[in-house]
């Protein structure tokens, strides 16, 4: 029996592999840098409880925030408390979105979801990776940046009026408002990215169609064109970029690089990874 954990911030996929059968749950999220340590070694207790086995052949656990030995020894140290595991991994989110869309092959990942990051696949490690710099210095391609150009549009007047008008009829659009769900929300970056299937919706508009192309264009120049497009295919992991395929593809091709697949989530990656 294999099990594979793919947490984010909200939710935490686990697929169990037991002969030719999968069974999955999901559980809350857990964020190695921003959830309390307590949340997490709680959600890997109630999910191999779960599971019930008292030995397993493999437990692979990614999520963000692993940045040092110390975090691996932790939740490694607790998992082998709960049972008998005879191998464990434990990696970060972007390890995860490598071996989802590149496998045991060498390649360059790139991620698109809330956030934005990316880097250069040797085929077992990350070899390469230019810092994305989080949502305030960086995530150039990310829904976070995108609704950042929007609200920074909107409240200047920048916004076309139908765009405006319709934004209004669904979301809190006075200033005051706006100021309080960006800078004195929980998660920025996440009601700052919950705007991108809004601003898509309204894709057929001149203003919106060069907003959208214009994030994606940064992170091509600003992120991926640091790698060797020209050598290696693009596999791009996350919710925005698997959406935006038919505005991406060619946007990149105008720059020579060549995406050889996406992947709304990375688990069903990691289980084809982890089956052979």
């Known amino acids: 029996m294999k099990i594979i954990v793919e947490a984010g911030a909200t939710k935490s996929d686990w697929r169990i592999l037991d002969g030719g059968e999968q069974r999955m749950m999901l559980l809350p999220g857990m964020n190695v840098s921003t959830s309390g340590e307590e949340h997490n070694l709680g959600v890997l207790s109630r999910g191999l409880a779960a599971v019930g ?107 076309p009026r139908e765009v405006a008008d319709d934004f209004a009829s669904k979301f809190d659009a006075s200033y005051s408002g706006i100021v309080a769900s960006v800078y004195r929300s929980a998660s920025p970056a996440g009601y700052l990215g919950s705007l991108a299937p809004f601003i898509l919706s309204h894709y057929s508009n001149p203003y919106i169609k060069e907003l959208v192309d214009n994030n994606f264009r940064s992170f091509i120049t600003r992120s991926l064109l640091s790698y060797p497009v020209s050598s290696y295919p693009v596999g791009v992991v996350g919710g925005l970029g698997a959406a935006c395929k038919e505005i991406l593809e060619p946007l990149c091709a105008a720059y020579g690089i060549r995406i050889s697949g996406f992947e709304k989530e990375p688990i069903n990656g990691l289980v084809k990874y982890h089956s052979i």
């Open 53 to 159: 086995a008292e030995s397993i052949d493999g437990f692979y656990l990614y999520t963000a925030g692993i940045v040092t030995p110390e975090v691996r020894k932790s939740l490694s140290g607790h998992i082998r408390k709960l049972c008998q595991v005879r191998e464990i991994e434990i990696c970060d989110d972007l390890v995860a979105a490598a071996r989802a869309v590149c496998g045991r092959n060498p390649g360059i990942v790139a991620i698109l979801g809330t956030g934005s990051n990316a880097c250069r696949w040797d085929g077992s490690a990350v070899s390469f990776k230019v810092r994305s710099g989080g949502y305030i210095l960086g995530d150039e391609g990310g829904g976070a940046a995108l609704g950042k150009q929007f609200l920074a549009d909107l409240i200047k007047n920048r916004v």
